[in-house]
């Protein structure tokens, strides 16, 4: 079974620190996303890898960068962190095409004080 | 591009009742489907997922699904649901010949009660 493990459950952060959660894979999967999930929302796509050092925007990319410097590892980082990201984040994986479902890890519940 | 939508954002049903979860979508190619589930305070799980062929989808616990191309539909449904199905479903789409990424629906949250 595929394997995507996110560093923290609960994280606590204070209103401007760097942060950073991150996400590892066990399935060689080219493929990595990370999401934030708020009520009545969804999940909203904030930066995808489609391969080693490759990173593209999502739907809501503003206040948030990422790092791929392995192919099993998917760092999101909050450069200044603002209250209003207080939520929860997913990181997923999947293999090459759409035709393959994503794997999620269990969530990191993020609140920014 | 394609899009989801998910009818109900909450759906009620008694113990041993069955359920039907709606989801439609819009796309003007042909589409892969993925209902996935999120119990409380963990990550999204695949519970079934459309490709090609035969268009009655069956998946874990009991659920199956069914696609209708001309009513662009992918609902979810169980014949008797349990306590512990509680939890958020959401539909996803993708389309065939284009991006990796899917395109989720903004979720079910289905509440069995006793």
């Known amino acids: 079974d595929v394997k995507v493990t996110q560093s923290s459950r609960y994280l606590v952060k204070r209103t401007g620190e760097k942060v950073f959660l991150e996400c590892v894979q066990d399935m060689d999967h080219e493929n990595m996303f990370w999401y934030r999930q708020d009520p009545g929302l969804g999940l909203r796509l904030i930066y995808f890898s489609y391969d080693v050092k490759m990173k593209e925007k999502g739907d809501i990319p503003e206040g948030y960068s990422v790092s791929r410097e392995k192919k099993e590892r998917f760092s999101l980082i909050l450069e200044s962190a603002s209250t209003n990201q207080t939520s929860m984040y997913l990181c997923?994986?999947?293999?090459?095409?759409?035709?393959?479902?994503?794997?999620f890890g269990d969530g990191t519940r993020l609140s920014i004080l | 591009a394609q899009s989801v939508t998910q009818l109900d954002s909450q759906v009620p049903v008694f113990e041993e009742a069955p359920v039907e979860l709606r989801c439609n979508y819009s796309s003007s190619v042909s589409v892969y489907l993925f209902w996935y589930v999120q119990y409380p305070n963990q990550g999204l799980q695949l519970l079934l997922k459309?490709?090609?062929?035969?268009?009655l989808v069956k998946g874990i616990n009991g659920f199956e699904a069914e696609f209708n191309k001309s009513q662009t539909s992918f609902h979810l449904r169980k014949p008797s649901v349990h306590i512990s199905d509680t939890a958020e479903y959401f539909c996803?789409?993708?389309?065939?010949?284009?991006?990796?990424?899917?395109?989720f629906g903004r979720g079910t949250s289905l509440i069995v009660h006793p």
């Open positions: 459309y490709l090609s062929g035969s268009t």
């Open positions: 997923a994986s999947s293999s090459g095409t759409g035709n393959q479902p994503q794997h």
């Open positions: 996803a789409v993708s389309e065939l010949g284009g991006s990796y990424i899917p395109t």
